[in-house]
T-cell receptor, first 111, second 113 residues
Framework: SQQGEEDPQALSIQEGENATMNCSYK?????LQWYRQNSGRGLVHLIL?????REKHSGRLRVTLDTSKKSSSLLITASRAADTASYFC???????????FGQGTILTVHP | NAGVTQTPKFQVLKTGQSMTLQCAQD?????MSWYRQDPGMGLRLIHY???????DQGEVPNGYNVSRSTTEDFPLRLLSAAPSQTSVYFC????????????FGPGTRLTVT
């Protein structure tokens, strides 16, 4: 499968702490995207990092990409209860051209 | 600008029945996709379309049919529903064929008994 694999499967933290989620993938990619899914809702695009980028920031989100290790991480700083959701990484393979999704990390932020 | 809309939100079918899940987008996106989401399986691509009149199979196409007569609409047809098709179905559209940043609909929760 060409999809990303998120780790850990579940993460439970207190409000104000940082949350780090990791993603590994198998093939060469054009870009890697992170999405959030609140319970019972559709996925929402958070951030995209291109294969020639190593780090990207968006508000409280920081994404890193290591193409040599075929891995990415998503850091949410100063987490809030509203960040409670499932987070998915989605690598866009160069050869296949369609986005694939992993099983996600379930993040629970306790107030 | 409504984005991606899906109807119905919930549906219960009996085995063997057929139905169509509706998906529409008002963003003039060429690329549209259907996914199903099952516990522990993540999202799996069923069918996708790169433009009106053009469709192709994804990872799990069996038992589903699609057509794309307009840019806006991309319906998913279940030909003869089976309990294995119990799932949550998401439609998504993409503005940019190179970045493939996707916009998702709210989903249809389907139960087949």
């Amino acid at each position: 499968s060409q999809q990303g694999e998120e780790d850990p499967q579940a993460l439970s933290i207190q409000e104000g702490e940082n949350a780090t989620m990791n993603c590994s993938y198998k093939t060469s990619i054009n870009n890697l995207q992170w999405y959030r899914q609140n319970s019972g809702r559709g996925l929402v695009h958070l951030i995209l990092i291109r294969s020639n980028e190593r780090e990207k920031h968006s508000g409280r989100l920081r994404v890193t990409l290591d193409t040599s290790k075929k891995s990415s991480s998503l850091l949410i700083t100063a987490s809030r209860a509203a960040d409670t959701a499932s987070y998915f990484c989605a690598p866009l393979p160069t050869s296949y051209g369609k986005l694939t999704f992993g099983q996600g990390t379930i993040l629970t932020v306790h107030p | 600008n409504a984005g991606v809309t899906q109807t119905p939100k919930f549906q219960v079918l009996k085995t063997g029945q057929s139905m169509t899940l509706q998906c529409a987008q008002d963003m003039n996106h060429e690329y549209m996709s259907w996914y199903r989401q099952d516990p522990g399986m993540g999202l799996r691509l069923i069918h996708y379309s790169v433009g009106a009149g053009i469709t192709d199979q994804g990872e799990v196409p069996n038992g589903y049919n699609v057509s794309r007569s307009t840019t806006e609409d991309f319906p998913l047809r279940l030909l003869s529903a089976a309990p294995s098709q119990t799932s949550v179905y998401f439609c998504a559209s993409t503005r940019d064929r190179y970045s493939y940043e996707q916009y998702f609909g709210p989903g249809t929760r389907l139960t087949v008994t």
